[in-house]
């Protein structure tokens, strides 16, 4: 184990010299903050978890031979128990270590319960949306947190070098016109639209900064891990499997959310749909799709259809060539949400926001015919820099805290 945990240091030695991105996501400080004695960032591959850890690792006023970063998909670790490894970097001095991709070690959630019940020291470790890290175990005794893709405001903070404020639901719905010209005055490029349009095709995975030219090819490539590593290897998914995973991505992207019924989607990949619906919670876990359900669905007794969009708008250009406006815009509003809102389909209007907003989603000329009797209801129209009344501009949901 000694020697394991030499070659771990030299490693580090290595991944310190390399340059960290200035720009701190929106999680830097709570969790910064966290007195909890292990803390766990999960999300989607690609979204910069390493970075976020790596980040926290330097600014640590903990000496730096007591500190360590390590990553469990390397082939050292393979056979290793991560108990027993921790306890030996401990006994050496070790008092704050990060542990990234978490879920490619050995029984990793017995091993980490040990580390906590016995062992002395500070944890940072990372895992994959997939996998089981957020069941009430895993959230009493640790400090959990979801780490999103990029959101348009950190885009724009991004590409602009600039700061902005983030807005609560409530304050967008009710103020989006005062906050719109806060949202102006503190742009150095007052050109909204033009970076919205970028955004939707680019930049949602931090990695478009790295190399703005291999873009796609780096999504493309996250997928298939995602597919092949993350989902084959948690639940165990054959290879030939993952060929009808993909094949349903690609259904979700060239289709209307609606026109997706489970009979319907089933037959066209090929698979039942008991196992559609398991791969749809895979696929859902894993943060590549998205799964919204009718609000009536609520009461258990009335039968609707689900709504399925991909989990960003990105998606669409690394999986297919033609994709609806609409449902892209729909896309776009949940993924700006739905990690910190509930959101349900409606029959009158597109999306129920935790259960009191109604919204109908569209472009510039959208009229509030389908929800003009509604309480709390709102357009959210594509194509306007500034809303008026109940008109609210669709991008400034890129600005929801």
């Not at 597919?227 to 993909?246: E, R, V």
């Given at each position: 184990m000694q020697?394991?945990?030499?070659?771990?240091?030299?490693?580090?030695?290595?991944?310190?010299?390399?340059?960290?991105?200035?720009?701190k996501?929106y999680?830097?400080?709570?969790?910064?903050?966290?007195?909890?004695?292990?803390?766990?960032?999960?999300g989607?591959?690609?979204?910069?978890?390493t970075?976020?850890?790596?980040?926290?690792?330097?600014?640590?006023?903990?000496?730096?031979?007591?500190?360590l970063?390590?990553?469990?998909?390397h082939?050292?670790?393979?056979?290793?128990?991560l108990?027993?490894?921790?306890?030996?970097?401990?006994?050496?001095?070790?008092?704050?270590?990060?542990?990234?991709?978490?879920?490619?070690a050995n029984?990793?959630?017995?091993?980490?319960?040990?580390?906590?019940?016995?062992?002395?020291?500070?944890?940072?470790?990372s895992?994959?949306?997939?996998i089981?890290?957020?069941?009430?175990?895993?959230?009493?005794?640790?400090?959990?947190y979801?780490l999103?893709?990029?959101?348009?405001?950190?885009?724009?903070e991004?590409?602009?070098d600039v700061?902005?404020?983030?807005?609560?639901l409530?304050?967008?719905?009710?103020?989006?016109e005062?906050?719109v010209?806060?949202?102006?005055?503190g742009?150095?490029?007052?050109t909204?639209?033009?970076?919205?349009d970028?955004?939707?095709g680019v930049?949602?995975?931090?990695?478009?900064?790295?190399?703005?030219?291999?873009?796609?090819?780096r999504?493309?490539?996250?997928?298939?891990?995602?597919l092949?590593?993350?989902?084959?290897k948690?639940f165990?998914?054959?290879p030939?499997?993952?060929?009808?995973?993909?094949?349903?991505?690609?259904?979700i992207?060239?289709?209307?959310?609606?026109?997706l019924?489970i009979?319907?989607?089933a037959?066209?990949?090929?698979?039942?749909?008991?196992t559609?619906?398991?791969?749809?919670?895979?696929l859902?876990?894993?943060?590549?799709?998205?799964h919204?359900?009718h609000?009536?669905?609520?009461?258990?007794?009335?039968?609707?259809?689900?709504?399925?969009y991909?989990?960003?708008?990105?998606l669409f250009?690394?999986?297919c060539l033609?994709?609806?406006?609409?449902?892209?815009?729909?896309?776009?509003?949940?993924?700006?949400l739905?990690?910190r809102?509930?959101?349900?389909?409606?029959?009158?209007?597109?999306?129920?926001?935790?259960?009191?907003?109604?919204?109908?989603?569209?472009?510039?000329?959208?009229?509030?015919?389908?929800?003009?009797?509604?309480?709390d209801?709102?357009v959210?129209?594509?194509?306007i820099?500034?809303?008026f009344?109940?008109?609210?501009?669709?991008?400034?949901?890129?600005?929801?805290?």
């Amino acid at each position: 184990m000694q020697k394991v945990l030499e070659s771990a240091k030299r490693l580090y030695l290595l991944k310190q010299a390399q340059t960290l991105p200035e720009y701190k996501r929106y999680l830097y400080d709570d969790i910064q903050k966290s007195t909890s004695k292990i803390v766990g960032v999960y999300g989607s591959r690609g979204v910069g978890k390493t970075t976020l850890l790596l980040q926290l690792l330097k600014v640590s006023t903990v000496k730096p031979s007591n500190k360590l970063y390590i990553s469990c998909d390397h082939p050292m670790f393979q056979d290793v128990s991560l108990f027993e490894f921790v306890d030996e970097f401990r006994k050496r001095g070790g008092e704050l270590i990060v542990i990234d991709e978490i879920h490619e070690a050995n029984d990793f959630q017995a091993q980490l319960k040990s580390i906590y019940d016995f062992l002395d020291i500070k944890i940072y470790f990372s895992g994959s949306s997939a996998i089981e890290i957020t069941n009430a175990d895993f959230a009493r005794r640790y400090s959990m947190y979801n780490l999103s893709i990029l959101s348009f405001k950190e885009y724009l903070e991004l590409v602009q070098d600039v700061s902005l404020s983030l807005y609560s639901l409530e304050e967008i719905l009710n103020d989006h016109e005062s906050i719109v010209h806060e949202v102006f005055d503190g742009l150095k490029d007052k050109t909204i639209l033009k970076y919205f349009d970028e955004f939707i095709g680019v930049g949602v995975y931090p990695f478009y900064f790295e190399d703005k030219t291999k873009y796609t090819d780096r999504i493309h490539e996250t997928i298939n891990t995602i597919l092949h590593t993350d989902l084959g290897k948690i639940f165990n998914i054959q290879p030939d499997k993952i060929d009808t995973l993909k094949k349903l991505l690609l259904t979700i992207c060239v289709s209307k959310p609606l026109e997706l019924s489970i009979d319907k989607l089933a037959t066209t990949v090929g698979i039942t749909k008991a196992t559609l619906y398991k791969y749809i919670e895979y696929l859902s876990r894993a943060e590549l799709i998205r799964h919204i359900s009718h609000e009536a669905k609520r009461f258990k007794a009335i039968r609707k259809p689900d709504k399925l969009y991909l989990a960003n708008t990105n998606l669409f250009g690394a999986l297919c060539l033609q994709s609806d406006k609409g449902t892209i815009r729909e896309t776009y509003f949940a993924s700006m949400l739905g990690s910190r809102h509930t959101l349900n389909y409606v029959d009158k209007g597109d999306m129920l926001i935790d259960e009191r907003y109604t919204v109908e989603i569209g472009g510039k000329n959208k009229g509030f015919e389908q929800i003009k009797d509604i309480p709390d209801s709102y357009v959210v129209s594509d194509d306007i820099e500034v809303g008026f009344e109940n008109r609210v501009p669709l991008w400034l949901f890129g600005f929801v805290k």
